[in-house]
Every structure is written in structure tokens, then in C-alpha cells.
């Protein structure tokens, strides 16, 4: 129960918590992106999410609403309503078969991140070990938060469910999990036992990150994320893998589909920005993308 528990709520919250924000150029200062252009006999719409939030800052505007109302699909950056999706993420969460995270730390960083999570989460390495590092700081950042966290992703999924609306996924499983394995463990370990060492300055720049995101300030939410204290290493190296191959493989999922139907499709912030993401790719191929909100 515990592991499924964990790898819910990593599937809720993003797997790309740490990457999708990262290293981007925002547009227009919006979250919300009418689409148009040719071969659409509908306006289709983008929304750039958070991935972790308190309640209280997951703001449903009705111009939101308006847009998903007005389309006749919804897709994330994963498939949420797939009935298989909770398993596989048990399974591809965990470490491979007979190692630990105590077989790559060192014995004084282990013990640090084994008090912080029996502190915070009342369950330590001896339980939560076997997983790999993304789930464990998924599990992490919900502790600097002063909430039980919410969900964009999860929230969409629910206002299409109940209009009766298919929810689909840009991409699978296997190609954001193959994304994050790129950063080598070391580097992803180092940001777990930095936030653990420093906890009141990781919840204090998360807060931040929330704040400049709810002020639709990418800009300067993206030169924040680049210089975390608690990212483990230098990820803009990763940004290829992490963002620009993704976006351009999710390019003829957004066109076909935008074809067929209007569509509602929601993925991390960082994917709206910079000269290869989805917007301007999408400019480049004659569509107009018109900033809403």
C-alpha cells in the first residue's frame, strides 16, 4: 500500500516536477493559448501547468473553463484515465532488482536523507529505498508544501470526465521515465540530500516558484529554476532530452488530433517556451497561437 500511495501521487503530481520548468524563455507572459490555423475548424487550446500545488493555488479561471468547455477532448502530457497507468508506474518506479538507493550514497548522506524522510514522512530508506530517485523527490518537494498538494493534471482529467470527454496522453510512460534516466542517479541523488541538509531554503524557493508562476512571470521563473540549490547538478545539459525532443515528437499528436476535434491540451509550463517549444514550433508550421491569460 505504501508504494502504490507513493506512485499515485507521482503520477498526479508530474514525473518532470524538477525538468519541465527548466531552462525555457517564456511568451507573452500566459498559461493559456488559443490555437488556429489550418486544417482546424476549431480552436484548439494550450494550458501551461505546475505540476505540484496547494489548493488554494490551483486557480480554475473561467476563461479555463470556457476552453475546455468549448473543446471536445482533453490531453495531458499523460493518459490519467488509463486503467493500467497506476501499475506500470508502480513497476517503473522502482530501483532495479536487488539494488537500493543505499547502495549509491555515501553512509553520512544516506543517514541525512533517512532522518529527513522518518521527520517529514514518518517512513525512512528502509522502506522507501527501493525507489528510484524521481519518486522519492516528488515525495519530497510534497513535503515543503503546506497542504495536502493538488493536481492540474488531475483536475483537468476530472472536468473531462465529467463532460463526458475522452482523456488522452501526448505521450507514454516509457518516454518520460527514458527522458529522466539520462541524468545520471548521482546527480539525481545530490538534489535529495541537498534539500534534506537545507529544508527551510528548499520550501522557501518552492514558494517562490509557485509565487513567480502564479504571477504568469515564466521568465523569471525559468532563471529561478536554473539556479536551484537543490537541482543536483547542472540540468540545463539535460534540456534536449527533458524538453526539445519531446516537444517536437508531441507536434503531430496536437496537429492530428487538433484536426479531428477541438482539444484541450494541458503539460508543464516549460514546454510553452523558447524558439523549440510547442509554441513556436506550432507558429513555424502556420498556425496562430494567440495568448488568452
Known amino acids: 500500500m505504501m508504494i502504490k500511495r ?6 498526479l503530481s508530474g514525473l518532470l516536477l524538477a525538468g519541465t520548468l527548466l531552462n525555457t524563455q517564456a511568451q507573452d507572459n500566459a498559461l493559456l493559448y488559443e490555437v488556429t490555423g489550418p486544417g482546424l475548424s476549431k480552436p484548439s487550446y494550450l494550458y501551461g501547468t505546475f505540476h505540484l500545488v496547494c489548493p488554494a493555488d490551483l486557480t480554475i479561471t473561467d476563461a479555463i473553463k470556457k476552453s475546455i468547455g468549448e473543446s471536445q477532448q482533453v490531453y495531458l502530457e499523460l493518459d490519467m484515465d488509463d486503467p493500467n497507468m497506476m501499475m506500470d508506474m508502480q513497476k517503473a518506479m522502482m530501483m532495479p532488482a536487488g539494488k537500493t538507493i543505499k547502495d549509491l550514497l555515501k553512509p553520512e548522506d544516506y543517514t541525512v536523507l533517512d532522518n529527513y524522510l522518518n521527520q517529514k514522512m514518518h517512513m525512512g530508506l528502509a522502506q522507501m529505498g527501493m525507489l528510484k530517485p524521481i519518486a522519492l523527490l516528488s515525495m519530497m518537494y510534497m513535503t515543503v508544501l503546506p497542504c495536502q498538494p493538488a493536481s492540474y493534471d488531475l483536475t483537468f482529467a476530472q472536468m473531462a470526465a465529467s463532460e463526458k470527454k475522452e482523456v488522452l496522453g501526448l505521450e507514454n510512460l516509457s518516454t518520460q521515465l527514458n527522458a529522466i534516466d539520462k541524468i545520471p542517479m548521482q546527480e539525481q541523488l545530490k538534489g535529495l540530500v541537498d534539500m534534506a541538509k537545507k529544508p527551510e531554503e528548499a520550501k522557501k524557493e518552492f514558494t517562490d516558484f509557485i509565487t513567480l508562476y502564479k504571477s504568469h512571470d515564466l521568465a523569471k521563473l525559468m532563471n529561478a529554476m536554473k539556479t536551484s540549490e537543490f537541482s543536483g ?3 540545463s545539459q539535460y534540456e534536449e532530452s527533458l524538453l526539445n525532443e519531446r516537444n517536437a515528437s508531441w507536434i503531430p499528436v496536437i496537429e492530428k488530433a487538433a484536426k479531428e476535434k477541438s ?3 494541458a503539460f508543464g509550463a516549460g514546454h510553452l517556451g ?4 510547442v509554441i513556436s514550433l506550432l507558429r513555424k508550421k502556420g498556425y496562430t497561437v494567440k495568448p488568452l491569460e
Open 6 to 11: 507513493i506512485t499515485t501521487q507521482l503520477a
Open 233 to 235: 547538478g547542472d540540468f
Open 263 to 265: 482539444t484541450f491540451f
Open 274 to 277: 523558447n524558439d523549440k517549444g
